[in-house]
């Protein structure tokens, strides 16, 4: 059984920033693609960033700028770093993992998923 846990969520002005970390103790996220979603109340899951396995990554068009993801195999850990935090950036992140190629977890969805950090920017 595959367990992410993200943390780092809080609640922030706008113009903040944030880290949020996800961590799997027993996954290797080195053979991975991995991605950072989020959902809004009354809002569908949307895509922020993700990233393959080689390291290719890609990000939303209303993150570009202000966001990176990164990860840290050697921890087991990704990241999302965020700044110039907006009030619509407000939502539940969560993490996601598949062993999949990324395309592939793309289009049928992600096997692997966290249980969300809440973000709150005002």
């Known amino acids: 059984h595959v367990q992410l846990v993200e943390s780092g969520g809080g609640s922030v002005q706008a113009g903040g920033s944030l880290r949020l970390s996800c961590s799997s103790g027993?996954?290797?996220?080195?053979?991975?693609?991995m991605g950072w979603f989020r959902q809004a109340p009354g809002k569908e899951r949307e895509g922020v960033a993700v990233?393959?396995?080689?390291?290719?990554?890609q990000y939303a068009d209303f993150v570009k700028g202000r966001f990176t993801i990164s990860h840290d195999n050697a921890k087991n850990t990704l990241y999302l770093q965020m700044n110039g935090l907006k009030p619509e950036d407000t939502a539940m992140y969560y993490c996601?993992?598949?062993?999949?190629?990324?395309?592939?977890?793309?289009?049928?969805?992600?096997?692997?998923w966290g249980q969300g950090t809440q973000v709150t920017v005002s």
């Open positions: 990233i393959d396995a080689a390291g290719k990554i």
């Open positions: 027993g996954y290797n996220f080195a053979s991975a693609c």
């Open positions: 996601a993992a598949d062993a999949s190629p990324l395309w592939r977890a793309l289009n049928r969805g992600f096997t692997h």
